[in-house]
């Protein structure tokens, strides 16, 4: 596990247009147009070059340049919406292992356990137990620790995955049928295995594996991709090129 600061520094990130903005810029394309506050207001440039870093780190680094292609016109075509943010919440658990992992052992069980909220302290005790154990965070105190919590759900609730203030509900996404291909040439892209049965990332489907599967098999889909499923094995063949995905969808 590489743990960063950057769910500490995206869950303080005042302007999400920036995300657009490094799509394929930098703060020097910027300077070069006017300056970093022609394109947020931002106060200082060295807090944008944090944003910059933190950006591209962890929610612009992509697998392979076909899900680059893909997401790049996405977010191009439709700026920052609910869409996009979901498409960013699963590129930036895949790039940083701190945020996957608190999904794996926070969100995830509460949302898929029928729970309501989450609170910080779950998420503080969730990074206590795994600094016992991981050396990169041993040294962190309780209030580093409670401020990553802290900036953790923020960021959940910046993704759209949560709401309100102190005790955060927990929003539930219902994929339509562009995202949730989406979603599958995502998994697809990443897979380093051909049998996904056990693969950790069907859980950022937000649906149960039956629900899923069973979507998985509609036959609306099998435009877009080729299913085998055996109980104990599943694999999915895409048939449409990246390239040509966001024009068929949209």
């Not at 870093?53 to 899900?67: C, E, G, R, T, Y």
């Amino acid at each position: 596990m590489n743990i960063t600061t950057d769910i500490n520094i995206l869950g303080g990130l005042p302007d999400w247009e920036l995300v657009k903005v490094f799509l394929t810029g930098s703060v020097e394309t910027m300077k070069s147009r006017g300056g970093t506050h022609s394109f947020t207001q931002i106060k200082t440039e060295k807090s944008v070059k944090r944003f910059e870093k933190a950006i591209k780190q962890s929610l612009l680094k992509f697998s392979n340049k076909n899900l680059e292609l893909l997401f790049h016109k996405l977010l191009n075509d439709k700026g920052i919406c609910n869409e996009t943010l979901l498409v960013l919440f699963w590129n930036g658990s895949l790039n940083n292992d701190l945020l996957h992992y608190l999904n794996d052992k926070v969100y995830f069980p509460a949302l898929y356990s029928g729970r309501t909220s989450l609170k910080n302290d779950e998420v503080e005790a969730c990074l206590k137990e795994l600094q016992a154990t991981n050396n990169q965070i041993a040294s962190w105190s309780d209030i580093t620790i409670a401020t990553t919590a802290s900036k953790y759900l923020t960021l959940l609730k910046k993704f759209t995955l949560l709401e309100g203030g102190q005790k955060k509900s927990i929003n539930h996404p219902l994929l339509d049928d562009a995202v949730f291909v989406l979603f599958i040439y995502w998994l697809s892209g990443i897979s380093e295995k051909a049998n996904l049965i056990d693969s950790p990332w069907l859980n950022y489907a937000f649906s149960e594996r039956k629900h899923l599967i069973d979507k998985l098999l509609q036959k609306k889909f099998s435009k877009f991709y080729n299913v085998t499923y055996l109980g104990d094995k599943l694999t999915i063949e895409t048939t449409v090129p990246y390239a040509e995905l966001y024009d068929k969808l949209y």
